[in-house]
């Protein structure tokens, strides 16, 4: 957020100094202006050090801050050790007199620093709630798309897999006409409480709107985020029972690869398709997309397709019960998974190219799968992210050579 008045610009800049760089700056220019009052005492060099200690509390604390107010006070009196001692004084009062010029200058310059660590706290304070949620504490909307822009282009050059999830509470509109406007925000606070005490410290959390709340969260790979997302959501629904109210929430997750060339608004607009439709699938469902791919790598909605016509067939209507369907074998699945990933790494190896288009033909066999072998469908699709994972390796090291 750029200011355009100076103050704000110069605290900008401070806030954008490391701790070492801060200190650096500041003893260099303490140095500085104590060696010109040294040695040119008649000019008076002590107002300056004023914003220097000013710029300590600022950039570093209150503490740092009245270290140096101290510091400065000692050093403007030093110059008057400089001239040729009066020899009618004794020692004695030469400390005295030392200290009595410290004193006098310390008060002023504690009282400086304390008033600008109140304006450091009070702006500490305004900036918290400027990019907190006022309700539930999390980020707001702004916020969380700011700073998601900028870890998912920090990830380019580190080379790390987000996952992204927008997550929907199923049902809160009733509960809040219901229960009345105080059990809804109940509902949000408890909510975001549970989301605040199950995700890390450097996972991001906002509320984006009403009862929708957005992640993100750093994942090991592709293969290992599909985990990760239905157990996030698992979790979830069990800070969700515990509420006196039936509420559940909705997930839709996606998985952003390193070298996503997407914005974060089509970033999010995609998780946010995704949730909708997990809503449109029954509610409380999980759906997780990869960021540029072309079908779904995991959907509870398929799931519960397949467990609700397995019960249906698997009652009698009239007459003899339908025989059940046969499922594909998850042996056989693996066997072909396997043969397929080895037989397209040697082939890549020997300058073809076909991994890319048998994941594409994994996936979609995985996705048919799906409908009958839920469990065979999901190992398809972890070999198919194995080949687009191998696929991306193979073309770099291509790339390094």
């Given amino acids: 957020m750029n200011n355009p008045l100076p103050v704000g610009r110069l605290a900008e800049h401070?806030?954008?100094?490391s701790r070492e760089r801060a200190w650096l700056a500041i003893v260099a220019a303490t140095t500085v202006i104590a060696a010109a009052n040294f040695f040119f005492p008649a000019i008076?060099?002590?107002?300056l050090y004023m914003p220097v200690f000013c710029g300590a509390c600022w950039a570093l604390g209150a503490r740092e801050g009245y270290f140096l107010a101290i510091v400065a006070a000692f050093l403007t009196a030093v110059p008057a050790l400089h001239a040729p001692p009066n020899l009618s004084l004794a020692l004695l009062a030469l400390l005295a007199l030392l200290a009595l010029r410290v004193a006098v200058r310390v008060a002023p310059f504690l009282s400086i620093a304390a008033i600008v660590t109140s304006f450091r706290r009070s702006y500490d304070r305004e900036l918290f709630h400027a990019h907190r949620d006022r309700m539930t504490g999390t980020l707001n909307k702004e916020v969380f798309h700011r700073r998601c822009a900028q870890a998912i282009e920090g990830a380019r050059h580190t080379r790390r897999t987000h996952l992204l999830v927008?997550?929907?509470?199923?049902?809160?509109k009733t509960a809040n006409d219901r229960a009345g406007h105080v059990a809804g925000d109940e509902i949000l606070r408890a909510f975001a409480k549970g989301v605040s005490a199950i995700m890390r410290r450097e996972d991001l959390i906002g509320r984006i709107g009403g009862d929708e709340f957005a992640l993100l969260v750093r994942v090991?790979?592709?293969?290992?985020g599909q985990g990760i997302a239905r157990d996030l959501h698992a979790r979830l629904s069990a800070v969700l029972a515990t509420s006196p109210h039936p509420v559940t929430c909705s997930m839709g997750a996606l998985l952003i690869p390193p070298d996503t060339p997407r914005t974060i608004s089509e970033l999010v607009h995609a998780a946010d398709q995704t949730m909708y439709r997990a809503k449109r699938g029954g509610k409380n469902a999980v759906e997780i997309d990869k960021a540029g791919g072309l079908s779904p790598l995991w959907s509870s909605r398929l799931l519960k397709a397949h467990a609700m016509s397995e019960m249906e067939q698997s009652g009698t209507h009239g007459g003899d019960p339908e025989p059940p369907r046969m499922a594909a074998d998850p042996a056989l699945v693996r066997a072909i998974g396997g043969a397929l990933t080895v037989f397209a790494t040697l082939m890549a190896r020997k300058g073809i190219e076909p991994l890319e288009e048998t994941?594409?033909?994994?996936?979609?066999?995985?996705?048919?799968?799906?409908e009958t072998?839920?469990?065979?469908?999901?190992?398809?699709?972890?070999?198919?992210?194995?080949?687009r994972d191998a696929a991306q390796g193979i073309s770099g090291e291509?790339?390094?050579n």
Wanted: hydrophobic fraction near 55%; aromatic fraction near 12%; include cysteine.
């Fill in 166 to 172: 927008l997550l929907d509470l199923d049902d809160f």
């Fill in 44 to 47: 008076g060099f002590a107002p």
């Fill in 359 to 370: 994941a594409n033909f994994l996936r979609i066999y995985a996705v048919l799968t799906a």
């Fill in 373 to 387: 072998a839920p469990a065979e469908g999901l190992i398809l699709g972890c070999w198919a992210d194995i080949l």
């Fill in 398 to 400: 291509w790339t390094d």
């Fill in 220 to 224: 090991p790979s592709i293969a290992e």
């Fill in 14 to 17: 401070l806030e954008s100094l």
